[in-house]
């Protein structure tokens, strides 16, 4: 079983919907959780970090279930330029210097 | 600031052929990453430098060396190219703390043929 597991996609909607990511890790001892966004060709860069009572930037929001080893990110209001591949990336526990685990990603293709 | 810059951006080599990645960061990070990402397979860790003066292998260390040869930079080297290693490969830099960003850099896009 893959550390962290991520629907590939591609989730393909119109401008306005609503979408839903979700994400599942196996180690129970993982300690922080973010969501990535990594455009065609570029590098990833954090979209946002993912706190245990949730949490809300705008038009994303994130949610983590500890208990069923769950992270989802919503996306509200869709744009053409939340187009991207949104990763799924997890810090396991011990790692003070930052390792990360990251998903193979979730493609979003926004329309008009 | 430019952040995390990586050169080449593209590279073809011959299988056997050597070469070096460059990566450098000036936000004064402590920590800097090799990555490589393959298609289906997401981000893996190839080695990384948790200080100045330290590496240590990744998920994915055989067939590379790296070199932390000062805090700005990370060099990648590749003694030997496989079509294996045909990849994107990014670098990352963070500084040390429990929930720190990583910075990407660009990214090299090489092929081994």
């Known amino acids: 079983r893959k550390e962290v597991e991520q629907d590939p996609g591609p989730f393909n909607v119109p401008e306005g919907a609503t979408v839903a990511f979700n994400c599942t890790y196996s180690n129970s001892a993982s300690q922080s959780f973010f969501w990535y966004r990594q455009d065609c060709r570029k590098e990833p860069k954090l979209l946002m970090s993912v706190y245990s009572s949730g949490n809300e930037d705008g038009r994303f929001t994130a949610q983590l279930n500890r208990a069923s080893q769950y992270i989802s990110l919503l996306i509200r209001d869709s744009k053409l330029s939340d187009s991207a591949t949104y990763l799924c990336v997890v810090k396991q526990n011990g790692t003070s210097y930052g390792k990360l685990t990251f998903g193979q990603g979730t493609i979003l293709t926004v329309h008009p | 600031n430019a952040g995390v810059t990586q050169t080449p951006k593209f590279q073809v080599l011959k299988t056997g052929q050597s070469m070096t990645l460059q990566c450098a960061q000036d936000?004064?990070?402590?920590?800097m990453y090799w990555y490589r990402q393959d298609p289906g397979m997401g981000l893996r860790l190839i080695y990384y430098s948790a200080s100045e003066g330290t590496t240590d292998k990744g998920e994915v260390p055989n067939g590379y060396n790296v070199s932390r040869l000062n805090k700005r930079e990370f060099s990648l080297r590749l003694e030997s190219a496989a079509p294996s290693q045909t990849s994107v490969y990014f670098c990352a830099s963070s500084n040390t703390g429990l929930s720190e960003e990583q910075f990407f850099g660009p990214g090299t896009r090489l092929t081994v043929l």
């Open positions: 936000m004064n990070h402590n920590s």
